[in-house]
């Protein structure tokens, strides 16, 4: 196993952090004590506070889209199937997801700082997952044109998300129902 890199280690230890006592437990001081490191490295690595919950959730979606991609490359002829296969391993991840739930279970004062970075501010998140999938879609041959296939993935990218912030139903199921709503769009 590869050893882990400093930011790599304050990142893991963020994360314990927030999912055993709160993000409003967590400080750069707290931080740099449960590594074993100044505090002054923990800014130098990574930054404020704010930049440290931003480079939690952007590690967490890249761990994200790399289910995504695994999906779409266990399903090289079969879009639907992707499709499927992509969202019910994202809803899955997301429903064993600590740190997800950590966020999203968050109801007062600092602790719910971390919800934005889902939400309201969840630009890069949306953007990155969908750059993902319009990557992985091009390999298959869909006959929709570009803005219609742009949107496409979009309603499929924002559904996805929609039922990891507020599952519905299980992972097998709501994926199965995901692919069966783009199976109709993608005719």
């Known amino acids: 196993m590869a050893t882990?890199?400093?930011?790599?280690?304050?990142?893991?230890?963020?994360v314990e952090l927030t999912t055993t006592a709160g993000w409003a437990k967590v400080t750069m001081a707290r931080l740099a004590d449960e590594v074993g490191v100044s505090r002054q490295t923990v800014y130098n690595e990574i930054g404020t506070k704010n930049d440290?919950?931003?480079?939690?959730?952007?590690?967490?979606?890249?761990?994200?889209?790399?289910?995504v991609t695994r999906s779409f490359d266990e399903?090289?002829?079969?879009?639907?199937?992707?499709?499927?296969?992509?969202?019910r391993r994202v809803l899955k991840y997301a429903q064993d997801n600590a740190l997800l739930h950590a966020v999203v279970s968050a109801t007062h004062g600092a602790d719910t700082e971390l919800l934005p970075l889902l939400t309201t501010h969840s630009e890069y998140?949306?953007?990155g997952a969908k750059l993902v999938v319009a990557d992985?879609?091009?390999?298959?041959?869909?006959?929709?044109?570009p803005d219609r296939?742009?949107?496409?993935?979009?309603?499929v990218v924002r559904l996805v998300?929609?039922?990891v912030m507020q599952p519905s139903a299980d992972p097998t199921r709501t994926g199965d129902d995901i692919a069966?709503?783009?199976e109709r769009v993608l005719r």
């Open 4 to 14: 882990l890199t400093l930011r790599d280690r304050l990142l893991e230890a963020a």
């Open 52 to 67: 440290l919950a931003e480079a939690m959730v952007l590690r967490e979606l890249d761990r994200f889209l790399a289910g």
């Open 75 to 87: 399903n090289p002829d079969d879009l639907v199937a992707a499709i499927r296969d992509s969202a």
């Open 125 to 127: 998140l949306l953007e």
């Open 136 to 145: 992985r879609v091009a390999a298959y041959d869909v006959d929709l044109p």
């Open 149 to 155: 296939l742009a949107a496409s993935i979009d309603m």
């Open 161 to 163: 998300l929609s039922h």
């Open 180 to 182: 069966w709503i783009a």
